[in-house]
């Protein structure tokens, strides 16, 4: 991957009219207007790309900084799908994505995969147990499947699973995991087909400002004009909101996910399972297992080499947990690592920005976005084609919410 810093210039706003001129003409291929630029092929920017097409919105222009769409954060998720949050709005963002993730390929084309095999959470902290059930409630209150479980009871899902230290469990029969390039690449050549363009190996390097509203954005292949930009960067929409002056609190932080070679040990599908008290979860992948654990004191970074000597943290919660993996080996050749995009209350940022007209973010995540990509892509178009998202309330999400002190933690994060 590129490193975005060394491609990056001032933003257009701040740069002169001879400048201007020099990057519209640098290249023949360049597109002259748009309606809409989506900064980013991954989940997000193929979703809305989308959601706007099926719209009517067709003269929207995809910009990627890298050769390939699709080969961010998107290709290298654990692809986990889940009902269980802790706030209204992100139980709404997954009970309107995973539904429409059912009939996706009936819908949209492509291959969703969705897998409900369950997500299955182990507790052993009495008081984090008791602070879960209560957002268990909430999930009940809004129609979601989540069943109570006792440590027996959760035992039977994974052989020889240790549960003595255990207080309860929750099962999400309606949670699983999906196929994340499948759904991208659906919503992409969707969206190609009703005229949406992709330009690959293209990064937004600045933004057209003129009267406090966007009027284009300046690529490394020319000037597009626009009235509308959404910034669906991932990890790197802190550097693409500085580039109009706006400070995006989104970082980059890596997440690692280590792989088994087959194993038959852990026979059928589990349930994406966590250990809440390590983080530790694992999940089959094929015949393999799949396993992660985020590092939380590793520093915000743009790194995406695997850890290897986290890989011995991971494995120390795994063991404990699931004795049965001392059977395992592990496929080092499979093993991988992405970014996750954070934000400082572990929410999303969505919606039109109060000091830049035309500009609209999608982007912050922070491990999620995979499960919140099909209600994001509908959302922010209605954000730009009806004035303000309507189909589900956005307004806990909006970037003001850091200004008005009014950010709420997402507490069921991993
Ligand atoms: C190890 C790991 C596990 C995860 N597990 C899960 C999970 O279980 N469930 C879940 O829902 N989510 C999970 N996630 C998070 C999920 O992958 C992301 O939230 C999601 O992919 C974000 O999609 P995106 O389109 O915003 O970002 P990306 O897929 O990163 O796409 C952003 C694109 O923008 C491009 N770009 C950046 N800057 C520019 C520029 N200036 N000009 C043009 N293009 C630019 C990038 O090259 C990139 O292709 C996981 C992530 C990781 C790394």
């Given at each position: 991957?590129?490193?975005?810093?060394?491609?990056?210039?001032?933003?257009?706003?701040?740069?002169?009219?001879?400048?201007?001129?020099?990057?519209?003409?640098?290249?023949?291929?360049?597109?002259?207007?748009?309606?809409?630029?989506?900064?980013?092929?991954?989940?997000?920017?193929?979703?809305?790309?989308?959601?706007?097409?099926?719209?009517?919105?067709?003269?929207?222009?995809?910009?990627?900084?890298?050769?390939?769409?699709?080969?961010?954060?998107?290709?290298?998720?654990?692809?986990?799908?889940?009902?269980?949050?802790?706030?209204?709005?992100?139980?709404?963002?997954?009970?309107?994505?995973?539904?429409?993730?059912?009939?996706?390929?009936?819908?949209?084309?492509?291959?969703?995969?969705?897998?409900?095999?369950?997500?299955?959470?182990?507790?052993?902290?009495?008081?984090?147990?008791?602070?879960?059930?209560?957002?268990?409630?909430?999930?009940?209150?809004?129609?979601?499947?989540?069943?109570?479980?006792?440590?027996?009871?959760?035992?039977?899902?994974?052989?020889?699973?240790?549960?003595?230290?255990?207080?309860?469990?929750?099962?999400?029969?309606?949670?699983?995991?999906?196929?994340?390039?499948?759904?991208?690449?659906?919503?992409?050549?969707?969206?190609?087909?009703?005229?949406?363009?992709?330009?690959?190996?293209?990064?937004?390097?600045?933004?057209?400002?003129?009267?406090?509203?966007?009027?284009?954005v300046a690529s490394s292949?020319?000037?597009?004009?626009?009235?509308?930009?959404?910034?669906?960067?991932?990890?790197?929409?802190?550097?693409?909101?500085?580039?109009?002056?706006?400070?995006?609190?989104?970082?980059?932080?890596?997440?690692?996910?280590?792989?088994?070679?087959?194993?038959?040990?852990i026979p059928g599908s589990?349930?994406?399972?966590?250990?809440?008290?390590?983080?530790?979860?694992?999940?089959?992948?094929?015949?393999?297992?799949?396993?992660?654990?985020?590092?939380?004191?590793?520093?915000?970074?743009?790194?995406?080499?695997?850890?290897?000597?986290?890989?011995?943290?991971?494995?120390?919660?795994?063991?404990?947990?699931?004795?049965?993996?001392?059977?395992?080996?592990?496929?080092?050749?499979?093993?991988?690592?992405?970014?996750?995009?954070?934000?400082?209350?572990?929410?999303?940022?969505?919606?039109?920005?109060?000091?830049?007209?035309?500009?609209?973010?999608?982007?912050?995540?922070?491990?999620?976005?995979?499960?919140?990509?099909?209600?994001?892509?509908?959302?922010?178009?209605?954000?730009?084609?009806?004035?303000?998202?309507?189909?589900?309330?956005?307004?806990?999400?909006?970037?003001?919410?850091?200004?008005?002190?009014?950010?709420?933690?997402?507490?069921?994060?991993?």
């Open positions: 991957m590129s490193d975005l810093n060394s491609t990056l210039v001032a933003p257009l706003g701040t740069i002169g009219v001879a400048d201007i001129e020099t990057l519209s003409t640098r290249s023949a291929s360049m597109i002259a207007r748009a309606e809409v630029v989506v900064i980013g092929a991954g989940i997000m920017g193929a979703s809305i790309a989308y959601h706007l097409a099926i719209r009517g919105c067709r003269n929207v222009v995809i910009l990627e900084k890298e050769a390939a769409e699709v080969s961010g954060s998107t290709a290298r998720s654990a692809a986990g799908v889940r009902h269980q949050f802790s706030s209204v709005t992100n139980i709404q963002l997954s009970r309107y994505s995973i539904a429409r993730l059912r009939s996706f390929d009936e819908e949209v084309g492509g291959h969703a995969e969705l897998r409900q095999v369950g997500y299955l959470l182990l507790f052993s902290d009495p008081r984090e147990w008791a602070n879960y059930q209560a957002t268990t409630t909430l999930q009940h209150e809004l129609g979601v499947r989540v069943e109570l479980l006792t440590p027996e009871e959760a035992g039977r899902f994974v052989p020889r699973m240790r549960i003595d230290d255990l207080v309860g469990a929750t099962f999400g029969p309606d949670d699983g995991y999906v196929d994340p390039y499948g759904i991208a690449m659906g919503y992409l050549r969707a969206a190609q087909a009703m005229g949406v363009r992709l330009r690959r190996a293209t990064a937004a390097t600045g933004f057209k400002i003129e009267g406090g509203r966007i009027s284009g292949d020319g000037l597009i004009a626009c009235e509308m930009v959404v910034n669906a960067a991932g990890s790197w929409a802190g550097h693409v909101g500085a580039l109009a002056g706006l400070d995006i609190p989104v970082r980059p932080y890596r997440r690692n996910v280590y792989m088994t070679r087959p194993f038959p040990a589990i349930p994406l399972t966590i250990d809440m008290s390590s983080g530790f979860y694992i999940r089959h992948e094929g015949a393999s297992m799949l396993m992660g654990r985020s590092n939380p004191d590793e520093p915000s970074s743009f790194n995406q080499q695997v850890d290897w000597e986290w890989l011995d943290t991971v494995l120390e919660a795994g063991l404990w947990r699931f004795p049965i993996l001392e059977q395992a080996s592990l496929a080092e050749g499979q093993c991988w690592a992405g970014l996750y995009e954070i934000t400082p209350d572990h929410n999303p940022i969505l919606g039109r920005h109060p000091d830049l007209a035309g500009y609209v973010d999608a982007s912050g995540f922070s491990g999620h976005g995979i499960m919140h990509a099909p209600a994001t892509g509908l959302l922010m178009a209605e954000e730009i084609l009806d004035g303000r998202a309507h189909t589900i309330n956005i307004d806990d999400l909006r970037i003001d919410r850091f200004r008005r002190g009014s950010a709420h933690h997402e507490h069921n994060i991993i």
